[in-house]
């Protein structure tokens, strides 16, 4: 049989995913064939820069060599063994992602979504085994505009009218507040049969929403005055994105969680992960926890065939030595407050307000959020060379991988203002 790859074209491609394909998605219009650092090429050869990051899950840059070189090594020795045996790699890895961390213990899954599902879990089963809270009464805390996936369970804890219409009925169970709202956030944990709190320390998906400062601190100390567990969703947030290795590590870019410093670190009870815990190489998340949560969770009552599988493992390994060896954190956290300066100084009518943290910033265009504005403008940064995505309505995410140095920062800025000024 003919092979069709390398001979297609970009029409060609979109047409076979536009016929072929659940609609589940609504590209930009690039078909993109190769990777390496910070950079994209299309089928055509043409050359991007990759602001998107695949929604950060590619911080170490696109197919970084050690990663790859991880993968491929294990790739030809054991890929898969299932849980029902010890494989070689599992428990190397276990003990280097938890020191890294700084928790007891370790469960590993595939997808963010099932990370978030296995930490909702955990709280529940936590909330009747320790704090006693009476059978099928446990209630979880969830903000609003959240995004944590996509699972029946995750979008019963969504108000994003696509995430949920005609997908009922949905989990009970489910407490929304406001996100960066204490008031509320108390008045909620006044309930006793509340078991957990999860939250993203920067609402990701929502539009880079930064919450104030010590939001996060005076949180987890309201949940700790109640016996409630603080989980962080750091899915989009964590390994290095925000310029700290967790959003939780504040304003520490030292590139550890660092129990050194507690003004800044603040350790969530259950810390979930996914995304760039890969580098985006290969499907991974996790969920961690000390032992006294950990522990509710017995053989048989949780689990997943790929989760922990020995090429996961490695390649996550590598990802996380890549993290450190490279400096990232202290990279994004230096560079995204230049990219943030450099962004004011376009000075563009257009550009209603920068935020951000670390390299995980976004631009709000002054337009109303159901213009095609933001949309408009995605398409002329690729036709310039640079990808980027609008979110919800008039708001476009800017997170290269961490790997991009000052002077391609310069570029795309450049390409940025160039963009904007023939709007
Ligand atoms: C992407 C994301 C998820 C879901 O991860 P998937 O791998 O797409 O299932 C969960 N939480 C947050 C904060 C995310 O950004």
């Not at 805390?141 to 949920?164: K, L, M, Q, Y």
């Not at 870019?253 to 129990?259: N, Q």
């Not at 065939?305 to 030595?321: D, I, Q, R, S």
């Not at 910033?361 to 337009?367: G, Q």
């Amino acid at each position: 049989m003919e092979t069709m790859t390398n001979t297609l074209t970009s029409k060609q491609a979109m047409d076979l995913e536009d016929q072929y394909g659940a609609h589940n998605y609504h590209p930009l219009p690039v078909v993109l064939d190769r990777g390496e650092g910070v950079f994209v090429w299309d089928l055509e050869g043409n050359k991007y820069f990759d602001f998107l990051s695949s929604y950060s899950a590619v911080n170490q840059g696109h197919c970084h060599p050690r990663i790859i070189g991880a993968l491929t090594g294990q790739a030809q020795k054991l890929t898969l063994t299932s849980r029902a045996f010890y494989n070689s790699v599992l428990g190397e890895f276990e003990k280097y992602a938890t020191e890294y961390f700084g928790f007891d213990k370790i469960l590993p899954m595939n997808t963010g979504a099932e990370a978030v599902e296995t930490a909702i879990k955990l709280a529940r089963k936590w909330g009747y085994e320790k704090k006693g809270i009476s059978e099928n009464q446990a209630k979880i805390i969830f903000c609003e505009n959240n995004f944590h996936g996509r699972t029946v369970t995750i979008v019963s804890a969504s108000n994003d009218p696509d995430a949920r219409n005609n997908f009922g009925p949905f989990t009970p169970g489910i407490i929304s507040i406001p996100y960066n709202d204490l008031n509320a956030l108390a008045k909620e944990l006044e309930d006793e049969n509340v078991c957990a709190f999860i939250v993203e320390p920067i609402q990701g998906e929502a539009g880079v929403f930064v919450p104030d400062e010590g939001f996060l601190a005076k949180a987890q100390a309201l949940c700790k005055s109640k016996n409630v567990l603080f989980v962080a969703d750091e899915v989009q947030t964590g390994i290095a994105r925000t310029g700290s290795l967790l959003a939780v590590c504040g304003d520490c870019s030292c590139g550890k969680t660092c129990e050194k410093d507690p003004k800044t670190y603040i350790q969530p009870d259950v810390l979930i992960l996914g995304k760039a815990i890969s580098g985006g190489v290969f499907p991974v998340s996790a969920v961690f926890a000390n032992n006294d949560i950990m522990e509710v969770i017995r053989p048989g009552e949780h689990g997943s065939t790929f989760g922990g599988n020995p090429l996961a493992c490695k390649v996550a390994l590598a990802a996380l030595e890549v993290v450190k060896d490279e400096n990232l954190a202290h990279k994004a956290n230096e560079l995204g407050k230049y990219l943030r300066s450099q962004l004011e100084a376009i000075g563009s009518p257009l550009i209603k307000l920068v935020r951000g943290k670390g390299l995980l910033n976004a631009i709000v265009i002054n337009d109303t959020p159901d213009s095609k504005t933001a949309w408009n403008i995605c398409l002329r940064l690729k036709e310039n060379g640079l990808l980027a995505k609008p979110t919800h309505g008039n708001i476009i995410r800017f997170a290269p991988p961490l790997v991009i140095t000052q002077s391609q920062i310069d570029e795309c800025v450049t390409i940025i203002g160039n963009v904007l000024s023939e709007f």
